[in-house]
């Protein structure tokens, strides 16, 4: 398979950019993948570079967007942190890969079991991380349930799960609130800004299509 052009890329919908990312990762899921020449797609893409979308995931290592959404060189923009958050340096990459580069789809991808989202439970604090974890903590608060304090730790799996999947909405609200240019890119239907958690177990990715 042949890296993407300018004419290829210009091709793509954001809906369409939705849709290769799903039929991606079904092809993960079912051990499909395309045929790729890696090295030839590096010199396909020596002079420049036409991705169809951003993706904002975890840096946990079984959550490589390339690979679970069998996806070559060229063919998105990878951001990842712990905790799959925004700060000011993420909106202005995102802004770039939209606006200058040309994708036209934004991905929030959490995840299940999430450690960084297990540590925001459980207010662990060590060296710089627990700032990073702050930037979660807001995600623990705004699950309600379970009320119970004693539930409401790394201990208890579909609370971390909660948790995580609330932690990709609030960031996609973070984008739209603190970036002008995607939010108005968005409105003009140039790109969609959507979330989706992968499942660990399965391989599988859920879209959460507003």
Same mark, same amino acid.
């Given at each position: +398979? @042949? ?5 290829? /890329? ?15 990762? $079904?092809? &993960? ?13 590096? @010199?396909?893409? /020596?002079? *420049?570079?036409?991705? &169809? ?14 690979? #679970? !959404?069998?996806?070559? #060189? *060229?063919? #998105? !923009?990878?951001?990842?942190? =712990? ?12 802004? !770039?890969?939209?606006?200058? =580069?040309?994708? @036209? ?29 702050? @930037?979660?903590?807001? =995600? ?18 579909? &609370? ?5 999947? %609330? ?16 939010? /108005? +890119?968005?409105?003009? %239907? $140039? ?15 859920? !879209?959460?299509?507003?």
């Amino acid at each position: +398979m @042949k890296a993407h052009t300018k004419v290829t /890329q210009a091709a793509i919908t954001p809906q369409l950019a939705l849709q290769l990312l799903k039929d991606g990762n $079904e092809r &993960f899921v079912n051990s499909n993948q395309v045929g790729r020449d890696l090295l030839d797609q590096v @010199k396909d893409t /020596q002079s *420049g570079q036409y991705p &169809f979308a951003t993706i904002l995931s975890c840096i946990d290592s079984r959550v490589s967007s390339e690979l #679970i !959404f069998d996806q070559g #060189i *060229g063919d #998105i !923009f990878s951001a990842r942190v =712990a905790g799959n958050f925004v700060n000011e340096d993420i909106l202005g990459s995102m802004e !770039f890969a939209c606006k200058l =580069a040309g994708t @036209k789809l934004v991905l929030v991808l959490g995840h299940t079991s999430c450690g960084a989202v297990k540590g925001a439970c459980d207010d662990a604090k060590m060296g710089n991380l627990t700032a990073l974890l702050s @930037k979660i903590k807001p =995600a623990v608060n705004a699950v309600a349930e379970p009320a119970d304090q004693a539930l409401r730790n790394s201990k208890n799996i579909d &609370f971390v799960n909660e948790v995580a999947v %609330k932690n990709v909405h609030m960031t996609i609200e973070a984008i739209r609130a603190q970036s002008e240019v995607l939010k /108005q +890119m968005e409105d003009d %239907k $140039e790109i969609l800004i959507l979330g989706g958690m992968y499942h660990i177990d399965s391989g599988k990715v859920t !879209f959460f299509e507003e």
